[in-house]
């Protein structure tokens, strides 16, 4: 004998198929966040271990002697937009609450800040911190004429607000006649 199938059952097989339809729409609108934020995580990650790596050669010049020599491959990928993203050093002086906050004391400090600033879309980041170099404030940077040994360098100063730290493989030295102030060298090789 043949069983009557029931209207019902026929009439609430579409609706079921969009409930799922929607269910699956909203799982992978979900891992795909899931999956851009674990990517712009590890990116950050990455980029903060490639900082610490610069603030450890810049300091072992400048604290060091003056035959101290240190290339360093920052090969640091970009997060976002690399067009977009600068990285540099700033000089804090007599600014005491941003010294104590990031370096834990002081009136004068250098940062090592990073940004990502697109004007055009009104995106403004600063996915990392300012991190405290503890670097003396009386560092300077040779000119090219100081610094650049041949024409496949690029002599760089992270401390002027137009300047930036791009990814790519950096000399750097202490200048002989630094005097009383603290003179290096920073030359991207090209």
């Keep these: ?57 810049l300091r072992d010049v400048v604290l060091g002697s003056d035959l101290a020599y240190r290339t360093i491959d920052f090969s640091t990928k970009a997060c976002y937009d690399n067009k977009y993203e600068k990285t540099y050093l700033k000089i804090v002086n007599n600014d005491r609450d941003v010294c104590e906050r990031y370096c834990g004391s002081g009136n004068s400090c250098i940062l090592l800040q990073y940004s990502y600033i697109d004007e055009s879309k009104g995106q403004f980041k600063h996915p990392i911190s300012p991190i405290c170099t503890y670097l003396p404030t009386n560092l300077i940077f040779g000119s090219e004429l100081e610094c650049s040994t041949n024409q496949n360098e690029i002599t760089i100063d992270p401390l002027d607000i137009d300047s930036t730290i791009n990814p790519g493989t950096y000399k750097i030295w202490k200048l002989s006649d630094s005097g009383p102030q603290s003179k290096i060298c920073m030359v991207k090789i090209r």
Excluded: H, W
Excluded at 14 to 40: K, Q, R, T
């Design 1 to 57: 004998m043949l069983k009557k199938i029931s209207n019902k059952a026929q009439m609430s097989a579409p609706f079921e198929l969009l409930v799922a339809i929607i269910v699956m729409i909203f799982v992978i609108a979900a891992g795909s966040y899931a999956l851009a934020n674990l990517n712009e995580n590890t990116c950050i990650g990455n980029k903060r271990q490639d900082f610490s790596n610069l603030i450890s050669s």
